[in-house]
C-alpha cells in the first residue's frame, strides 16, 4: 500500500511482528532475573485493594449485550471491508484523482492511464475495485457498495443502542467497578502485569470478581474512549456531517458532490 507518497509491503508486518514479539518475551524474561523487579511485581500483582470486587459474577443482560456487540460488529467489519474493496484508498477532499490519495491499499496506477483526458482513458475509483468472495463480503451480495453502506449504517445504529443500554445499566448496577479505574496505583499494576504477560508467566486469575490493572485499562479504553471515538469518526465521514460543516472531504463509499469536470466514478 501507499502511505503520501512511498509504497510498503505489507508482508514485512509479518516478520516484524515474529521478531517485535520474540524480542518483547525476551526483555520481560529478563526483567524477571531482577531481585528489584522480582519485588515490585510481588508488592503490584496485578490485583488487590486497588480496586473493589464484584462478587455478583456476570449477570444475564451483560452477557447478552456482548453477544450482540460481536454480533453487530462482525456485520460492521465485513460490510466496511466491502466499502474499502469498492473504493481501496482514503483522500483529503471529496474526489478521486489518481496520485491525491492519501492512503492507496492497491498497486500504482499505470503511467498511461493517471492523465484524466481523454475521458475514456481516465482511471476511475472503480478501476480500483476488488471483488469480495460471499463469506467475507456482505451476505449475498458481493459487489454492491451501496447496499453494503446500508448494512454498514443499519448495524452501526444498532451497535449505538447496544452501547447506549450497556451505558445505563453499568452504571445502574455494580458492574461499572470491572472497568473504571478508581485508583492510581492501576497503572503500576497494569505495568507489572504487562510484564508477567511478556515473560510467560501470568498473573493469578482473578477475573471472576476482580480484572487485573491492564485488563481494567483496556476496557475503560475500548469501552469510554475508543467506542465514543469510532462513534464521532464514523459520522465525520458521513457526507452529510461533512458537507454540513465544510471539512472538504469524504470517506470511502462517499456520495458526496464531486466537481464537473472530475472523471472519477460517482458511487
Not at 519485588?39 to 456476570?58: E, K, L, N
Not at 491525491?100 to 491499499?105: I, V
Not at 475521458?119 to 454492491?144: C, F, N, Q, Y
Request: charged residues 10%; positive net charge; proline residues 8%.
Amino acid at each position: 500500500m501507499r502511505i503520501g507518497k512511498r509504497w510498503y509491503s505489507t508482508a514485512w508486518l509479518i516478520p516484524i511482528s515474529i521478531v517485535g514479539l520474540v524480542i518483547g518475551i525476551a526483555v520481560c524474561q529478563q526483567l524477571r532475573t531482577y531481585p528489584a523487579v522480582q519485588s515490585w511485581i510481588a508488592s503490584h500483582p496485578g490485583t488487590g485493594d486497588f480496586q473493589p470486587p464484584v462478587t455478583t459474577g456476570f449477570p444475564l443482560w451483560l452477557r447478552i449485550l456482548h453477544f450482540l456487540n460481536l454480533l453487530f460488529m462482525l456485520f460492521i467489519i465485513r460490510s466496511g471491508i466491502q466499502i474499502l474493496a469498492d473504493h481501496p484508498r482514503l483522500q483529503t477532499d471529496a474526489g478521486s484523482t489518481p496520485g491525491r490519495e492519501l492512503l492507496r491499499l492497491r498497486g500504482p496506477v499505470p503511467p498511461d492511464r493517471m492523465a484524466q483526458v481523454p475521458p475514456e482513458r481516465a482511471w476511475t475509483a472503480k478501476d480500483d475495485a476488488v471483488t469480495l468472495p460471499r463469506w467475507l463480503g456482505i451476505p449475498g451480495i458481493r459487489h454492491s457498495i451501496g447496499l453494503a453502506r446500508w448494512w454498514h449504517f443499519s448495524c452501526d445504529f444498532l451497535w449505538i443502542l447496544t452501547g447506549v443500554v450497556f451505558y445505563v445499566l453499568l452504571f445502574t448496577t455494580g458492574q461499572w467497578a470491572r472497568v473504571v479505574p478508581t485508583n492510581w496505583s492501576v497503572i503500576p499494576n497494569a505495568i507489572s502485569t504487562a510484564i508477567q504477560y511478556g515473560s510467560l508467566q501470568f498473573p493469578a486469575n482473578k477475573g471472576w470478581t476482580q480484572y487485573n490493572g491492564l485488563q481494567i485499562l483496556a476496557y475503560f479504553v475500548a469501552v469510554f474512549i475508543a467506542a465514543p471515538l469510532a462513534f464521532v469518526t464514523g459520522l465525520l465521514q458521513a457526507p452529510a456531517i461533512a458537507a454540513k460543516f465544510g471539512l472538504g472531504w469524504a470517506g470511502a463509499g462517499s456520495t458526496a458532490r464531486r466537481p464537473a469536470s472530475s472523471t472519477s466514478a460517482s458511487w
